[in-house]
């Protein structure tokens, strides 16, 4: 089952261009493509012909054509055209789902069209913001794409996962603090004169314990989780609202579902300082090596799932962000 009443990541903008593009969303096959004054459009992918798939035609003008019986859709899903006949059937047109283009990210509604409410969509302008200086990819995951959110809300994983560039004791010393507005689930972990993450140590060039904070906010009905971190000398004021000599850093991950056991991953990683320095450049875009690693663990663990073993699962302490998580999205599944 899947959460279809909700905004996910369909594409990068830059991934739609010239010709169409395929992707598999909530086990659905959906078409991405421009129209001719730029306007992204989203289509099932299958012709209401022969279920060709529109992937394989082209774009013409401001129209998607079918690649193997010429028939033509306008942006609407209509088909205007039937090259082999001057009729074109009254019911002849394809599904259009509800899309949206924000800060680099292209968003497809999967449910009720009549449902969509584009304010449900967090404000991500870090993606492309001036004052930011940005990196991020997509990833084919092979998992659940709950356990692509798991391993994202639980930061204890970080002392064992990443050890060289994430990982810190004070990670596992300091309970998380979880709170829910609305559909929202909030967390925070304030580690003040604490050990901090590698990565973070050497972007504020800080040696020894420093204030580090790491925040998140999921929204299941966007399908995204955004964290707001960051380091500063301790006792510089940080905690009392003060950033003014920290460093932050912003990474938002776009879970969408393609299978029971396939997901995309979309990813940004931002920061607020050195932005014309080229080597702490290439060292922040390191960060993509680091959520690989994450995506190395959550693909080993389905497998182990693939062999359809029913052992039990026991919880700890540090699983009450994902365990919320996990029931908040139950409850907006039975509720659609």
Not at 26 to 55: I, K, N, Q, Y
Not at 74 to 85: I, K, N
Not at 94 to 104: A, D, G, K, M, W
Not at 140 to 159: E, F, G, K, M, P
């Amino acid at each position: 089952m899947y959460l279809r009443d909700a905004w996910y990541v369909a594409a990068w903008s830059h991934e739609i261009a010239d010709a169409p593009l395929a992707r598999l969303l909530l086990e659905e096959p959906v078409v991405l493509w421009r129209t001719g004054d730029g306007t992204a459009v989203a289509f099932e992918d299958r012709c209401c012909h022969r279920h060709a798939p529109l992937s394989a035609g082209k774009i013409v003008g401001d129209c998607l054509q079918c690649g193997y019986h010429g028939l033509t859709f306008d942006r609407t899903g209509a088909c205007v055209e039937v090259p082999s006949q001057p009729q074109v059937p009254p019911d002849a047109r394809v599904r259009r789902y509800p899309l949206t283009e924000r800060h680099n990210w292209v968003w497809i509604w999967m449910g009720d069209p009549a449902a969509a409410d584009d304010s449900l969509i967090p404000d991500t302008y870090w993606h492309d913001s001036p004052d930011r200086r940005a990196v991020g990819d997509r990833f084919h995951v092979n998992c659940h794409y709950q356990s692509l959110i798991d391993i994202q809300l639980d930061n204890t994983h970080s002392r064992f996962v990443h050890p060289d560039t994430l990982g810190n004791a004070g990670s596992l010393r300091h309970s998380p603090k979880t709170t829910r507005d609305g559909d929202v689930l909030h967390n925070h972990r304030r580690m003040p004169d604490s050990d901090p993450p590698p990565i973070f140590s050497r972007a504020a060039k800080i040696d020894g314990n420093a204030d580090v904070w790491v925040e998140w906010a999921y929204t299941p009905r966007a399908g995204i989780i955004a964290f707001d971190t960051g380091i500063a000398e301790v006792g510089s004021g940080v905690f009392d609202g003060d950033r003014s000599k920290a460093v932050t850093m912003f990474n938002t991950h776009g879970i969408t579902p393609e299978t029971a056991t396939t997901c995309h991953h979309f990813w940004v990683s931002a920061r607020d300082f050195a932005l014309d320095d080229p080597e702490m450049h290439k060292m922040m875009s390191g960060i993509r090596d680091v959520f690989l690693e994450d995506v190395a663990i959550v693909e080993a663990q389905q497998r182990i799932r693939n062999y359809g073993s029913d052992a039990p699962q026991i919880d700890i302490g540090a699983d009450v962000p994902t365990i919320q998580a996990r029931k908040l999205v139950a409850r907006l599944i039975a509720e659609q």
